[in-house]
């Protein structure tokens, strides 16, 4: 049996006798570190308007496991440094663990490190949270350098086809303010920006799930991508977004089929930015 079926039957067999994650098999009592809100709110709208708070039925890596996140973590990035943030946005699974072998700044990944990896990518993530589908099925999924094309100025790619064809339709109708701020990432890169997220929040896997999806569950990956406003920063991925010209003119012009719309049932913030292709 090959290493990585045996991991994703083990993985499916934890969770459905066990719990959400094989590496946190005795979840951290979990501390109300929200201040003035109570720690018996359970109301699922408050979690994903207040999406950055701590509630009591939160996930988190028990104090063993967080040392595999950031370790991990700081492989990648010294990955994406190393071979560039366009080039770490279409890795693949199997080329970075080659590149972590051949580059002793990056250092190869430990078999602990795989597995964690390998564990969190095939976990159940409704268990802590997110209830949105997964149009990535395999960790070994491969973007073909022949499917996207790098878009000038950006920094970023977006598949061929109906993405590229939206994007130029967008800059033409909403105008020269309108910016691609993020596009095609692979399963390498959904793992940075979730990992990360979740080593800002001690190891807190539903919040970080309440504000992006976890590798494997990104629409980044087949299609979808964010823009912004240029010049607007960071505050192209906030809600301050939604008063900028550029936001009011993709409303009315039907650009925003919200994949993670205001309220939603996902369990995830609202994303105005993001755009639907797929």
């Not at 996930?59 to 370790?71: A, G, Q, S």
């Amino acid at each position: 049996m090959h290493r990585r079926t045996f991991l994703k039957q083990a993985a499916f067999f934890f969770t459905m006798t066990t719990g959400p994650l094989a590496f946190a098999n005795t979840l951290k009592p979990v501390e109300n570190h929200t201040g003035s809100f109570d720690s018996h709110i359970k109301d699922r709208l408050l979690k994903k308007r207040l999406f950055d708070q701590v509630y009591d039925e939160d996930i988190f890596l028990d104090d063993k496991h967080f040392p595999l996140l950031e370790v991990s973590l700081n492989r990648l990035k010294k990955m994406q440094k190393t071979i560039g943030y366009g080039n770490f946005c279409l890795l693949n699974f199997d080329d970075a663990i080659k590149i972590g072998k051949s580059y002793s700044a990056i250092g190869a990944f430990s078999k602990q490190e795989l597995d964690f990896l390998e564990m969190l990518f095939y976990s159940r993530v409704n268990d802590y949270g997110f209830m949105g589908e997964k149009p990535i099925k395999s960790i070994t999924e491969i973007i073909s350098k022949k499917q996207v094309k790098k878009i000038p100025y950006t920094g970023n790619y977006l598949y061929r086809g109906k993405p590229i064809a939206m994007y130029n339709q967008i800059k033409k109708e909403v105008g020269k303010n309108v910016i691609l701020t993020s596009g095609v990432r692979s399963i390498m890169k959904q793992f940075l920006l979730f990992l990360n997220k979740a080593q800002k929040s001690r190891g807190n896997l539903s919040m970080a799930s309440r504000s992006l999806a976890p590798p494997g569950y990104s629409f980044h990956g087949v299609g979808d991508f964010d823009v912004g406003k240029k010049g607007f920063g960071i505050h192209n991925f906030t809600e301050r977004f939604t008063q900028t010209n550029v936001y009011k003119k993709l409303n009315d012009l039907g650009y925003l089929k919200f994949r993670y719309e205001r309220d939603n049932d996902l369990g995830v913030r609202f994303e105005p930015w993001h755009i639907e292709v797929v």
